[in-house]
T-cell receptor
Framework: GAVVSQHPSWVICKSGTSVKIECRSLDFQATTMFWYRQFPKQSLMLMATSNEGSKATYEQGVEKDKFLINHASLTLSTLTVTSAHPEDSSFYIC????????????FGPGTRLLVL | KQEVTQIPAALSVPEGENLVLNCSFTDSAIYNLQWFRQDPGKGLTSLLLIQSSQREQTSGRLNASLDKSSGRSTLYIAASQPGDSATYLCAVRDGGATNKLIFGTGTLLAVQP
């Protein structure tokens, strides 16, 4: 099946630094990619939707200046958490939707961010 | 606004039992519905995808049904095994302009050996 990778798988950083997370679709072209956030014992919350070559669409309550999303190619999207604070600590999961009629979404393995 | 609910929130069964997980959604105008599995600290694994025009999908010991009119889906797991222990999430893809995947609250399954 289709594979989506994320890098890094986990990161620890100091408060105030910026962290970049990469999401790649390895064997298919993803015209649309999604970024989710998951707190412990909770479900996934959609943060933003990005289409290749255009600006991301953010969900209500998600700060676009805080969570910068770039979708520069059909196989790569990045999420940058700017000036991270402890409350940004979470599990971030990206997802890529294939371009076929089924439109199945494939999910990355997630990135655990801990901000000290 | 689409809301997806899963019951039960947690389930513990002995090995070998057949079990059913439930998912309900408030807006029947969906494009498709997916069931996922998530192991602790890991990403999601897609199990089954049912298009809005379909009634069910099967994969091995898993069978998922969809009743769009009533806003319900079930995931049936036959002959459960300890390796099935995980959190199971259902998600509906909004049929409207937003086209988003909206997740349910999840069911934490523990299969006791």
């Amino acid at each position: 099946g289709a594979v989506v990778s994320q890098h890094p798988s986990w990161v620890i950083c100091k408060s105030g630094t910026s962290v970049k997370i990469e999401c790649r679709s390895l064997d298919f072209q993803a015209t649309t990619m999604f970024w989710y956030r998951q707190f412990p014992k909770q479900s996934l919350m959609l943060m933003a939707t990005s289409n290749e070559g255009s600006k991301a669409t953010y969900e209500q309550g998600v700060e676009k200046d805080k969570f910068l999303i770039n979708h520069a190619s059909l196989t790569l999207s990045t999420l940058t958490v700017t000036s991270a604070h402890p409350e940004d600590s979470s599990f971030y999961i990206c997802s890529a939707r294939d371009g076929t009629g089924l439109g199945t979404q494939y999910f990355g393995p997630g990135t655990r961010l801990l901000v000290l | 606004k689409q809301e997806v609910t899963q019951i039960p929130a947690a389930l513990s069964v002995p090995e070998g039992e057949n079990l059913v997980l439930n998912c309900s959604f408030t807006d029947s105008a969906i494009y498709n519905l997916q069931w996922f599995r998530q192991d602790p600290g890991k990403g999601l694994t897609s199990l089954l995808l049912i298009q809005s025009s379909q009634r069910e999908q099967t994969s091995g010991r898993l069978n998922a049904s969809l009743d769009k009119s009533s806003g319900r889906s079930t995931l049936y797991i036959a002959a459960s095994q300890p390796g099935d222990s995980a959190t199971y999430l259902c998600a509906v893809r909004d049929g409207g302009a937003t086209n988003k995947l909206i997740f349910g609250t999840g069911t934490l399954l523990a299969v006791q050996p």
